[in-house]
């Protein structure tokens, strides 16, 4: 893993080219402490910048950019190729003569060679890359499937600039600072700022799957080589017609060849384990092929409701990991929390930006590259709402909608005890974990018009943004597509496709991206390897969703390697004590931030604001998310100096 850096602009002097892409690389020095490497050509106003994290080949011979052996195409690039090792036999089948060892040399090579769209369909692998055509004076931008190494781009007066991090483009000497308003007001429904925006008008995110063409003369031009709205309906299209244990078979060979790739490096691995379905298989299946014990983290609370260590110990102590967990405490917060502006770069606000940090710190002290589990909720439909929200809409649909909003006011204004005592009326074995929550989630989903209106509003965090980020339209996506219901007529099948193509890129996969790489850690996906992606959207229902548990087939091969007594429990996710917290430890960060003057001052409205963070102060209601989504907007525009 690496960050990668450049910019096309003809206004330039020569001699301010390497000053300036240096000045971008620094900017992200985080992601590559192992080198650094520029390459410029003034004629035509280019620079490419390169920082790198040796993973394969440690020697010089991986230094980036690169040149390809004819001389014609440089390269820029941060992933890894898992399957590099086959292009490169082919390639030199073919006559090709390779310096070095590096994947990235055989990517180069690969695209002298065939070709850059062909070569990116035919990598495995998690990539963001930049090659120059020194022939055509051409730039191309190219970003793996799922999306998991970010790329940003902007163009403004003719020039282009792109890099790994915002921080990067905002170190361009031409930078034009501005804040998209609209886009705010998606990131305050969100938590994230969802592609292909960014905060900063002009500037976007290159989506998955892409890649962007930029010729002489022309304007940058955007084409897809991998699209997950086409894969998932084909291959809905074309379900598996195998019994349980043949396709558990096919599942299991296929993640065992996905994580057997990814466990290829020349420096310490590991895994992040939470005792969870996911990172349980993960570590199963790499301590399958390791001949020795695979080195494990996990983190850990003392809050009833949020620890999973304990479970994470129980699954690694079954497969005789060598496993290392830590605590959190108070002071593990405090630190974490002054750099989140810097780590993450543009506003962001899912809480478990703080236990990622703090494993990847951990495990960053033992081990270089660490694999995690992320994406098996969206592939193997594991989030609660595939089950229960296709049961409360059938529900729903015979009480009045009037009746619904009423239901819901009585549940959002009843004293936080009342409720509590209603439900521990209930018989233990039929609540979920944290029932006052999904009880307030309920609340949510009634009075809704339609399944995707009660989908948008399970995923908001404030549900009239507009209204809270005055004088502002809200940005929209895919989210508002009514086509998506034409290809996707199903609705946990929809919402499985919206949470892969929203929630999982702009969210899951920038968290884990930013808190690995601020660290110098180098974190993979094997369950987003796009040929298990391939696989899990041909799964037919029986296959993903059972007794009203999901993730049926990934837990069948699980159960095959660790009893299910140590996986099975309630949902929780990779959640914190937010709301304790920001009453107790960060008491003074947020009274600071929630300042009426400070929060008119960045267009909010300190009204509805403080409306809540009242109630959340007398206990009334946790608030802890919805004002933590102000919280780090705040922290972040005080960071960069927006005003």
Same mark, same amino acid.
């Given at each position: 893993?690496?960050?990668?850096?450049?910019?096309?602009?003809?206004?330039? =002097?020569?001699?301010?080219?390497?000053?300036?892409?240096?000045?971008?690389?620094?900017?992200?020095?985080?992601?590559? !402490?192992?080198?650094?490497?520029?390459?410029?050509?003034?004629?035509?106003?280019? @620079?490419?910048?390169?920082?790198?994290?040796?993973?394969?080949?440690?020697?010089?011979?991986?230094?980036?950019?690169?040149?390809?052996?004819?001389?014609?195409?440089?390269?820029?690039?941060?992933?890894?190729?898992?399957?590099?090792?086959?292009?490169?036999?082919?390639?030199?089948?073919?006559?090709?003569?390779?310096?070095?060892?590096?994947?990235?040399?055989?990517?180069?090579?690969?695209?002298?060679?065939?070709?850059?769209?062909?070569?990116?369909?035919?990598?495995?692998?998690?990539?963001?890359?930049?090659? *120059?055509?020194?022939?055509?004076?051409?730039?191309?931008?190219?970003?793996?499937?799922?999306?998991?190494? =970010?790329?940003?781009?902007?163009?403004?007066?003719?020039?282009?600039?792109?890099?790994?991090?915002?921080?990067?483009?905002?170190? %361009?000497?031409?930078?034009?600072?501005?804040?998209?308003?609209?886009?705010?007001?998606?990131?305050?429904?969100?938590?994230?700022?969802?592609?292909?925006?960014?905060?900063?008008?002009?500037?976007?995110?290159?989506?998955?799957?892409?890649?962007?063409?930029?010729?002489?003369?022309?304007?940058?031009?955007?084409?897809?080589?991998?699209?997950?709205?086409?894969?998932?309906?084909?291959?809905?299209?074309?379900?598996?017609?195998?019994?349980?244990?043949?396709?558990?078979?096919?599942?299991?060979?296929?993640? &065992?060849?996905?994580?057997? #790739?990814?466990?290829?490096?020349?420096?310490?691995?590991?895994?992040?384990?939470?005792?969870?379905?996911?990172? &349980?298989?993960?570590?199963?299946?790499?301590?399958?092929?390791?001949?020795?014990?695979?080195?494990?983290?996990?983190?850990?609370?003392?809050?009833?409701?949020?620890?999973?260590?304990?479970?994470?110990?129980?699954?690694?102590?079954?497969?005789?990991?060598?496993?290392?967990?830590?605590?959190?405490? !108070?002071?593990?917060?405090?630190?974490?929390?002054?750099?989140? !502006?810097?780590?993450?770069?543009?506003? %962001?606000?899912?809480?478990?930006?703080?236990?990622?940090?703090?494993?990847?710190? +951990?495990?960053?002290?033992?081990?270089?590259?660490?694999?995690?589990?992320?994406?098996?909720?969206?592939?193997?439909?594991?989030?609660? #709402?595939?089950? *229960? @929200?296709?049961?409360?809409?059938?529900? +729903?649909?015979?009480?009045?909608?009037?009746?619904?909003?009423?239901?819901?006011?009585?549940?959002? &204004?009843?004293?936080?005890?009342?409720?509590?005592?209603?439900?521990?009326?209930?018989?233990?074995?039929?609540?979920?974990?944290? =029932?006052?929550?999904?009880?307030?989630?309920?609340?949510?989903?009634?009075?809704?018009?339609?399944?995707?209106?009660?989908?948008?509003?399970?995923? &908001?965090?404030?549900?009239?943004?507009?209204?809270?980020?005055?004088?502002?339209?809200?940005?929209?996506?895919?989210?508002?597509?009514?086509?998506?219901?034409?290809?996707? !007529?199903? %609705?946990?099948?929809?919402?499985?496709?919206?949470?892969?193509?929203?929630? +999982?890129?702009?969210?899951?996969?920038?968290?884990?991206?930013?808190?690995?790489?601020?660290?110098?850690?180098?974190?993979?996906?094997?369950?987003?390897?796009?040929?298990?992606?391939?696989?899990?959207?041909?799964?037919?229902?029986?296959?993903?969703?059972?007794?009203?548990?999901?993730?049926?087939?990934?837990?069948?091969?699980?159960?095959?390697?660790?009893?299910?007594? +140590?996986?099975?429990?309630?949902?929780?996710?990779?959640?914190?004590?937010?709301?304790?917290?920001?009453?107790?430890?960060?008491?003074?960060?947020?009274?600071?931030?929630?300042?009426?003057?400070?929060?008119?001052?960045?267009?909010?409205?300190?009204?509805?604001?403080?409306?809540? *963070?009242?109630?959340?102060?007398?206990?009334?209601?946790?608030?802890?998310?919805?004002? *933590?989504?102000?919280?780090?907007?705040?922290?972040?525009?005080?960071?960069?100096?927006?005003?």
């Amino acid at each position: 893993m690496c960050g990668i850096c450049g910019f096309i602009d003809a206004d330039l =002097p020569g001699d301010a080219l390497i000053p300036a892409v240096t000045a971008m690389a620094d900017r992200i020095a985080h992601r590559g !402490p192992d080198g650094a490497g520029v390459w410029t050509d003034e004629n035509a106003g280019i @620079a490419l910048g390169h920082r790198r994290l040796a993973i394969v080949d440690l020697s010089p011979t991986g230094h980036q950019p690169m040149l390809s052996q004819d001389g014609r195409l440089v390269l820029t690039y941060n992933g890894e190729i898992y399957n590099f090792d086959e292009l490169r036999a082919e390639l030199k089948a073919a006559g090709h003569i390779f310096r070095g060892r590096s994947d990235t040399e055989v990517l180069v090579e690969a695209c002298a060679a065939w070709g850059i769209e062909r070569t990116a369909r035919r990598l495995i692998g998690i990539f963001a890359f930049a090659v *120059w055509d020194r022939r055509d004076r051409t730039l191309s931008l190219v970003r793996d499937p799922v999306g998991v190494k =970010p790329l940003y781009y902007g163009w403004f007066d003719g020039k282009l600039i792109f890099g790994s991090e915002l921080k990067a483009l905002r170190a %361009f000497p031409h930078w034009p600072v501005g804040i998209d308003r609209d886009a705010l007001a998606a990131y305050l429904r969100l938590n994230y700022v969802p592609s292909p925006f960014t905060i900063y008008r002009g500037v976007r995110k290159l989506p998955p799957g892409s890649i962007l063409t930029l010729r002489p003369g022309g304007e940058p031009e955007l084409s897809v080589f991998w699209d997950l709205r086409s894969v998932a309906r084909v291959g809905l299209a074309d379900p598996l017609d195998l019994d349980p244990r043949e396709a558990a078979d096919r599942l299991e060979s296929l993640l &065992s060849d996905a994580i057997g #790739r990814q466990m290829m490096a020349d420096v310490p691995l590991g895994a992040f384990l939470s005792g969870g379905i996911d990172s &349980s298989t993960v570590v199963a299946l790499m301590q399958a092929q390791s001949e020795r014990p695979v080195r494990t983290f996990t983190i850990g609370f003392a809050e009833a409701g949020y620890d999973e260590a304990r479970q994470a110990k129980a699954v690694a102590e079954h497969l005789g990991t060598d496993h290392t967990e830590l605590y959190v405490e !108070p002071h593990h917060v405090l630190d974490v929390i002054p750099h989140l !502006p810097d780590r993450f770069d543009e506003p %962001f606000a899912d809480a478990s930006q703080i236990p990622t940090l703090l494993v990847s710190e +951990l495990t960053r002290r033992h081990v270089t590259v660490a694999l995690s589990g992320d994406g098996g909720d969206e592939l193997f439909a594991g989030y609660n #709402r595939y089950v *229960w @929200a296709p049961r409360v809409w059938r529900r +729903l649909g015979r009480i009045p909608v009037p009746l619904q909003r009423i239901l819901a006011r009585a549940i959002r &204004s009843a004293p936080p005890g009342a409720l509590n005592a209603v439900l521990r009326a209930a018989p233990e074995s039929m609540l979920p974990a944290q =029932p006052l929550e999904k009880l307030y989630k309920l609340a949510d989903m009634l009075g809704q018009s339609n399944p995707d209106a009660l989908y948008r509003r399970l995923v &908001s965090q404030w549900d009239d943004p507009e209204r809270i980020a005055l004088g502002t339209r809200e940005s929209t996506g895919v989210l508002w597509d009514d086509t998506v219901q034409d290809d996707f !007529p199903g %609705f946990v099948e929809r919402m499985q496709f919206l949470d892969s193509a929203t929630y +999982l890129p702009d969210d899951i996969l920038v968290k884990v991206d930013r808190a690995s790489m601020a660290t110098g850690l180098e974190a993979r996906v094997p369950l987003l390897d796009h040929r298990v992606i391939e696989f899990a959207w041909r799964l037919p229902p029986a296959l993903r969703i059972r007794d009203g548990r999901g993730k049926r087939l990934l837990r069948d091969v699980l159960y095959r390697h660790v009893p299910p007594d +140590l996986v099975e429990r309630p949902k929780m996710g990779f959640s914190v004590p937010l709301g304790p917290w920001l009453c107790g430890p960060l008491r003074d960060w947020c009274e600071h931030l929630l300042d009426r003057q400070r929060l008119t001052d960045a267009g909010l409205d300190p009204r509805k604001i403080h409306r809540k *963070w009242a109630e959340h102060r007398s206990g009334h209601r946790d608030w802890g998310h919805l004002l *933590w989504n102000i919280l780090c907007y705040q922290a972040w525009s005080e960071r960069w100096d927006t005003g």
